[in-house]
């Protein structure tokens, strides 16, 4: 089936035809350059886009129909392949994501390092479809595949030092090819959670979408989503887990501190320094729509924050 645009194409979206074109574009340039196209002939059977089954959570899940999958797998962000958002699905096709592991350590009675076929075993899976709202004011509704974070945090038992969950991105400058040049982050991408947020029901780890296995660009083989934040706080293809005692650093918030904060709780009322919050274009429809508190999940959520200033909470 073909991905009808309702309107006229704005200049960062995508098409099959230009997806087309722009991988032949893709192959012929690095084919010239002399450097293998990073396709499957010279990487191992990648896992993503395998079938992958799940229930669905259906209190867990807005009623919205999900984004078209071609959107969602071409229209991304993920900074260690490309600044723009066609480059992961194409730079990102090599990435190994198998042997991969997982060290969760820090204020844990049961610090350990687990294979992620082990975690795949090990929790249940289940399907949830959420909003995903990206602070760049665009948004897109996933049916992602995952467990609940809490589950693997309580089977490590944080001790009561345990404020905060610390995440942190795959290193490797030869895989991820901005992590070799000048770039706003200092790699690897690192972000973090309250310890009430991290334990939150709503707070996933994802290693699926669409029925299948995600796909490289879209955090394989496990992320995180915290449908509530702005999208920079979902990471992708994690390779560790720590809790700490003390307020992590943040790899948006060092960036730009004025402009991205550690909360990135969605709020329409306050506005980025440089655009509005108070609408968002959601991919794949005509025009735009209000952004909601929180996402759409101040029910779920607000609490977490009662007493606090949510204007400050940026
Ligand atoms: N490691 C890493 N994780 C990341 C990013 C990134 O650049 N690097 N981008 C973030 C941003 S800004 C958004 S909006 C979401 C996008 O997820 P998607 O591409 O699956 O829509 O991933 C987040 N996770
Ligand atoms: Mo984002």
Redesign the pocket.
């Known amino acids: 089936m073909r991905y009808r645009p309702e309107r006229p194409i704005q200049s960062e979206e995508i098409t099959p035809r230009e997806i087309f074109l722009n991988r032949r574009q893709f192959i012929r340039a690095t084919a010239a350059a002399g450097i293998a196209a990073t396709t499957g002939a010279c990487t191992p059977a990648r896992a993503g886009g395998e079938p992958l089954a799940a229930q669905r959570n259906a209190r867990y899940s807005v009623r919205e129909g999900p984004s078209n999958k071609r959107l ?1 797998t071409s ?6 392949f490309g600044a723009d958002k066609r480059s ?1 699905a194409f730079r990102a096709r090599g990435l190994k994501t198998r042997p991969w592991q997982i060290e969760i350590s820090g204020a844990v009675e049961a610090p350990q390092t687990l294979e992620i076929d082990e975690i795949l075993k090990r929790y249940p899976l289940e399907e949830r479809v959420y909003r ?1 709202r ?3 004011a665009w948004s ?1 509704v ?1 049916p992602w595949i995952g467990f609940p974070l809490a589950s693997l945090l309580q089977d490590m038992g944080p001790t009561s030092e345990a404020r905060y969950v610390e995440f942190t ?1 795959l290193l490797d400058p030869e895989q991820m090819p901005r992590q070799k040049g000048e770039s706003a ?1 200092e790699w ?2 690192v ?1 973090a959670l309250r310890l009430d947020e991290a334990l939150h029901p709503l707070t996933m780890l994802v290693v699926g979408y669409y029925g299948q296995a995600l796909e490289n ?3 394989a083989p496990i ?1 995180l989503i915290v449908p509530w934040k ?8 994690i390779v560790k887990i720590r809790v700490t005692p003390k307020l992590p650093r943040t790899s ?1 918030n060092d960036a730009a501190p004025h402009e991205y904060g550690f909360y990135a709780n969605v709020n329409p009322e306050v506005d980025h320094p440089r655009w509005s919050q108070a609408t968002e274009r959601r991919l794949g429809k005509a025009g735009r729509i209000p952004t909601l508190p929180f996402n759409g999940y101040a029910d779920d959520v607000a609490a977490l924050y009662d007493g606090m200033n949510l204007k400050q909470l940026y």
């Open positions: 969602a229209y991304n962000n993920f900074y260690e992961p995903l990206c602070v760049e897109m996933v991105t982050i690897p991408y972000e660009q879209s955090g992320r702005y999208g920079f706080k979902s990471i992708k293809s948006w």
